[in-house]
T-cell receptor, first 114, second 118 residues
Framework: EAGVAQSPRYKIIEKRQSVAFWCNPI?????LYWYQQILGQGPKLLIQ????????DSQLPKDRFSAERLKGVDSTLKIQPAKLEDSAVYLC????????????FGPGTRLTVL | GENVEQHPSTLSVQEGDSAVIKCTYS??????FPWYKQELGKRPQLIID?????GEKKDQRIAVTLNKTAKHFSLHITETQPEDSAVYFC?????????????????FGQGTILTVHP
């Protein structure tokens, strides 16, 4: 089966610019996650969708980050405006459902903010 | 919220030796504990997981043990090989909410860089 797809793979922007990332989960997976992975750290959950509804966004910096999952399939994560500390790899993952179902990760988008 | 501590941060072993990575968690309601392997520049991939109703699980050279009373769990790799070299992350899933629904929110440890020398 096809895995989780993400684009772009790399992005370099200047601070205060905007950027958007796209994720296409594995077909049939109801749950979609966006993680931020700063170099040398474990992934940190930013937002979790169940179908097209948000079930957890407690660690999403809502003053600058937004995410949506229209029609319960693809998702976009946006940063506006970007800060230097947003430099990280943004990982999208999906699972059949929440709970203890395996999460499958995409290849990630490496963001560099100059 | 959940807090996961992982040790050691780096681990160097000779090929054929065993490697052990330990994690502790804070939320006694956590009920699912996966381990992910991440090679340089690649995505994290699940290598083994354990649920709270099981004390130990083994898959070939990899095993995981869980002590719910002490709130810690460990990854054991035997007969290590150079291709085992990677960063390993433990994670704990948040327990169910007041309504009994478990959404599977994972909190990851800081990672262990494992190097296996030939």
């Amino acid at each position: 089966e096809a895995g989780v797809a993400q684009s772009p793979r790399y992005k370099i922007i200047e601070k205060r610019q905007s950027v958007a990332f796209w994720c296409n989960p594995i077909s049939g997976h109801a749950t979609l996650y966006w993680y931020q992975q700063i170099l040398g750290q474990g992934p940190k959950l930013l937002i979790q969708f169940q179908n097209n509804g948000v079930v957890d966004d407690s660690q999403l910096p809502k003053d600058r980050f937004s995410a949506e999952r229209l029609k319960g399939v693809d998702s976009t994560l946006k940063i506006q405006p970007a800060k230097l500390e947003d430099s990280a790899v943004y990982l999208c993952a999906s699972s059949l459902a929440g709970g203890d179902n395996e999460q499958f990760f995409g290849p990630g988008t490496r963001l560099t903010v100059l | 919220g959940e807090n996961v501590e992982q040790h050691p941060s780096t681990l160097s072993v000779q090929e054929g030796d065993s490697a052990v990575i330990k994690c502790t968690y804070s939320d006694s309601a956590s009920n699912y504990f996966p381990w992910y392997k991440q090679e340089l520049g690649k995505r994290p991939q699940l290598i083994i997981d354990i649920r709270s109703n099981v004390g130990e699980k083994k898959d070939q050279r990899i095993a995981v043990t869980l002590n719910k009373t002490a709130k810690h769990f460990s990854l054991h790799i035997t007969e290590t090989q150079p291709e085992d070299s990677a960063v390993y992350f433990c994670a704990a899933s948040e327990g169910p909410d007041a309504g009994g629904t478990s959404y599977g929110k994972l909190t990851f440890g800081q990672g262990t860089i494992l190097t296996v020398h030939p």
